[in-house]
């Protein structure tokens, strides 16, 4: 376990690489003993911070829920971050390629609550239940720190989240299997991965439980009204300036981004 002094080098480390756009080293390098309990308060402490400045926290994002996500990332468990006001996109969005320090783009769904959700023992029903729409989104992420990342790196640079643009066709989730949604994501022209749905945990809604039973111990409430990105089903395609990535949800319709 770290001691509050290292803990908030690790903030301050993240801090300067969020203003710079610059990756800074890992906590993991710098700290070799560090725990995953320290990354999540780095995390946290990172997000206080945010809090500080106006930021308004808007829901969580869930990272690492499928097997191609695991192996793009070399990294077997999932993970989870937050999700800032200054982050949410609409479809078609223009952000700057220099805004980021190396974008990834993912196709995504997203659930947006409208009753509370908390841990433990919270399974399917419970959270499809306490959901009112699920969103065909892009996440944009962002690592703000240098390879080889490990699972307490990822955790402390919150889940690498950077952006979320919703689009597509919102539905209820009783009606569609959302096992079987699918997406074709294009960069530019060209078809980079596709996948399904239930390549999150079997479920996606699977991948919301996941969370509020992990924050369950430290009393926290998944908010109505609150987005939560339930994880990747692809591989993370790598952006550069001037591209245009755009996934095609199929009957949910489709959601692009250009980094300009």
Same mark, same amino acid.
């Given at each position: 376990m770290l001691s509050e002094k290292d803990r908030q080098t690790c903030i301050d480390g993240l801090l300067e690489s969020h203003r710079t756009k610059v990756q800074g080293r890992r906590p993991s390098e710098m700290f070799p003993k560090i725990e995953i309990a320290d990354s999540y308060a780095i995390s946290s402490g990172v997000a206080a911070? @945010?809090?500080?400045?106006?930021?308004?926290? *808007? $829901?969580?994002?869930? $990272?690492?829920? =499928? @097997?191609?996500? #695991?192996?793009? =990332?070399?990294?077997?468990?999932? /993970?989870? $971050?937050? &999700?800032? /006001? /200054? &982050? *949410?996109? #609409? /479809?078609?969005?223009?952000v700057k390629f220099e805004d980021f320090c190396v974008p990834r783009v993912e196709p995504e769904l997203t659930f947006i609550l409208k009753e509370p959700l908390k841990g433990p023992n919270i399974g399917l029903i419970d959270v499809m239940r306490a959901t009112e729409w699920v969103v065909p989104s892009i996440e944009i992420i962002d690592a703000r720190v240098t390879e080889p990342r490990k699972i307490f790196d990822t955790v402390a640079d919150?889940? +690498?989240? +950077? $952006?979320? *643009?919703?689009?597509?066709?919102p539905v209820r989730p009783e009606d569609v299997d959302l096992r079987w949604v699918g997406a074709a994501f294009y960069r530019n022209s060209q078809i980079e991965e596709t996948g399904l749905a239930c390549g999150v945990l079997g479920h996606p809604a699977m991948a919301i439980a996941w969370l509020a039973n992990k924050l369950a111990p430290f009393g926290t409430v998944l908010e109505p009204g609150h987005m939560m990105l339930s994880g990747s089903f692809t591989r993370p395609v790598w952006a550069e300036k001037g591209d245009t990535l755009h996934a095609d949800f199929g009957p949910l319709g489709s959601v692009a981004v250009q980094f300009v």
């Open positions: 911070a @945010k809090e500080k400045e106006g930021r308004k926290i *808007v $829901g969580h994002k869930i $990272g690492l829920t =499928s @097997k191609a996500m #695991q192996a793009a =990332s070399k990294i077997d468990e999932p /993970d989870y $971050g937050y &999700l800032f /006001d /200054d &982050l *949410v996109l #609409q /479809d078609g969005a223009k919150n889940g +690498a989240a +950077a $952006g979320i *643009v919703l689009g597509g066709r």
